[in-house]
């Protein structure tokens, strides 16, 4: 195996949270930095050439592939997995800028009492709680994170509106959040048609409406970095579709412009990370694939891992990195507490066409009044919430044609169906939700026994499915949904309470899939600490999404891409002057 050109620190991914690690490592020290990705590079020509939803959205044409590496899913340990052959549940990205070129915007920040959510529950609680539950507290305070928080939200151009500044509610915004030492960087986008409704309705309701947090620019803006990204024109083409013209928060437009000029930066692409090589309790380098499919090892002295949550737990299982999770014994932890998120959405038949063809990612109107802790009392069974929006685009005019009332015709073909679905096109808003989804024991991350990748190593394997609770939390969301819709004044389509029956990888519920890697405060219980250093090997960092010990009920981009500028701070300020472990 070929041996190259040493490097200060090889990072594995090149999305959001690699290239954010990069850009700060690179800015505020000498030290050189490779970048490794799997993927092609992105650029924003790619996406200029035209918004295909037949290529983009319905043939997933920026994922991963799943015929070189996919996953297993089964929904217990008594059951046998199969691999996931076509895209539904989730959709990982692959590229330079990974999921961050292809995400919608939307960027929440997650509750105070969500960091410490074990202490919360236990104190609320008692000994009523479910015997199988494993929340953890993630080892950072709200406090702690609130200035990286808001560091975040000027890197990638938040716009918004406060609902809690120092402490003082503020109507408008979401008063249920955190306290904020800021207002967001910018406004909010105006408001379409729809969310407008969703806003009058939820008000005469007694609920709190806001404008959905989201990284695609009201108007132009400049980051503390310098990038200048153009406002939005509402094409409508986000989820699943980069940017045309950069107003979306992405790599390629944020990050790269500023690496690319940098001498101790370095991207390889087409290279297929395959383990972290490590002696003596030390990390050595990564060894990956090149586009030649020749097996090159890279040395460095730092190794950051940087990927998708699967991809970062499913690294460290094949490399040996860390003691497996035994769900039956409960002893280890690397792939415990595996969480997704709780999915609801109910559909509301309006009396005038929406204009949904237009629109930002991000751009709606939503109410926390059953979100986190709040109003969730005087529903059974339920411990926690989540959000609930209206968005402002469809899900485009071909994945979205067909959606009718209920009662209005016979059958789902024929002459009256195709009738009906062209008098109601463009009629038809989804308020959505999505809520917290707790971790618990028999809930975990392993290396599939059967199936492997195209390399011959095992795939990861998920064993997950629902309980009681998320289809409790389905059954309040569904509930309120409707009431707002009725208020709305449309006719109000069935929540999709199928979806919560058996947790399943045939229908998308969002790529917001955390753990495995977890944080925490004693090797015994976590992965990382909560600097995301590896307990075991001190210039090991695995960075992202894996790192949750359970879900929150907001998107995760702001949370993850918070936690990466406190690693880079741990590494650069503290670890950089002290090699070890960072207490």
């Keep these: 195996m070929p041996q190259i050109k040493p490097v200060d620190v090889v990072i594995a991914g090149g999305g959001f949270v690699g290239l954010t690690l990069a850009k700060e490592i690179t800015a505020r020290t000498s030290l050189s930095v490779l970048v490794v990705e799997r993927g092609q590079p992105r650029k924003l020509a790619d996406y200029a050439a035209g918004m295909d939803e037949l290529d983009y959205a319905l043939r997933f044409r920026m994922m991963q592939n799943l015929s070189e590496e996919t996953a297993t899913h089964r929904h217990s340990a008594k059951a046998a997995a199969v691999p996931i052959r076509q895209y539904g549940s989730f959709n990982p990205g692959t590229g330079v800028g990974g999921a961050g070129e292809h995400w919608g915007g939307i960027s929440y920040r997650f509750y105070p009492e969500a960091f410490r959510l074990a202490s919360f529950l236990r104190e609320k609680h008692g000994g009523t709680l479910p015997e199988n539950l494993a929340v953890q507290d993630w080892g950072l305070s709200y406090e702690e994170i609130e200035p990286y928080y ?43 048609y729809a969310t407008t409704l969703f806003e009058k309705a939820a008000r005469g309701l007694g609920y709190h409406p806001y404008p959905v947090p989201t990284a695609t620019l009201s108007r132009t803006y400049t980051n503390p970095d310098g990038v200048t990204r153009t406002g939005c024109a509402y094409c409508g083409y986000c989820t699943r579709y980069g940017c045309m013209i950069g107003a979306k928060a992405q790599p390629t437009n944020l990050l790269m412009p500023l690496l690319a000029k940098r001498k101790n930066f370095e991207l ?145 073909w024929g002459s009256d169906w195709k009738k009906a679905a062209l008098a109601w096109h463009d009629r038809v808003a989804s308020i959505s939700s999505e809520a917290e989804h707790l971790a618990y024991r028999q809930n975990y991350l392993d290396l599939d026994p059967t199936y492997k990748d195209q390399y011959g190593d095992a795939l990861m394997r998920l064993t997950l499915d629902w309980t009681a609770h998320e289809r409790a939390q389905g059954a309040m969301l569904g509930q309120i949904q409707g009431q707002i819709g009725k208020a709305m004044g449309g006719r109000v389509g069935p929540p999709n309470s199928r979806l919560l029956e058996r947790y399943t990888v045939t229908q998308y519920q969002s790529t917001h899939v955390n753990g495995g890697a977890i944080m925490g405060t004693a090797p015994e219980s976590s992965v990382v600490n909560p600097w995301l250093q590896h307990w075991q090997m001190a210039n090991l960092w695995v960075v992202g999404g894996s790192a949750f010990p359970q879900n929150g009920s907001g998107n995760p981009t702001l949370t993850i891409l918070a936690l990466t500028l406190r690693a880079a701070d741990g590494l650069i300020d503290r670890y950089l002057k002290k090699p070890g472990e960072l207490a």
Excluded at 176 to 192: A, L, M, N, W
């Design 268 to 412: 390889r692409t087409g290279c297929s990370v395959r383990r972290v090589v490590h002696q003596d309790g030390k990390a050595t380098g990564l060894t990956y694939r090149d586009e030649t499919g020749a097996e090159v090892f890279q040395p460095a002295q730092i190794v950051i891992v940087a990927s998708w949550t699967l991809n970062n737990s499913r690294l460290l299982m094949l490399s040996r990195v860390g003691q497996p999770y035994d769900a039956a014994t409960g002893k280890g932890t690397l792939g415990k507490n595996l969480t997704h998120q709780v999915s609801q959405a109910t559909r509301v038949f309006l009396d005038k066409p929406l204009n949904a063809f237009m629109g930002a990612g991000g751009l709606g109107i939503g109410i926390s009044d059953f979100d986190g802790k709040e109003g969730v009392d005087r529903f059974a069974g339920v411990l926690r919430g989540g959000n609930i929006r209206l968005m402002s685009t469809g899900e485009g005019p071909v994945g979205g044609f067909g959606a009718i009332p209920p009662g209005e015709v016979q059958s789902e």
């Design 150 to 192: 808001w560091r975040a939200e000027q890197m990638i151009g938040v716009g918004g509106r406060a609902g809690n500044l120092g402490g003082k509610a503020v109507d408008g915004g979401n008063v249920f959040e955190g306290p904020r030492s800021h207002e967001y960087p910018i406004p909010p986008h105006k408001q379409t």
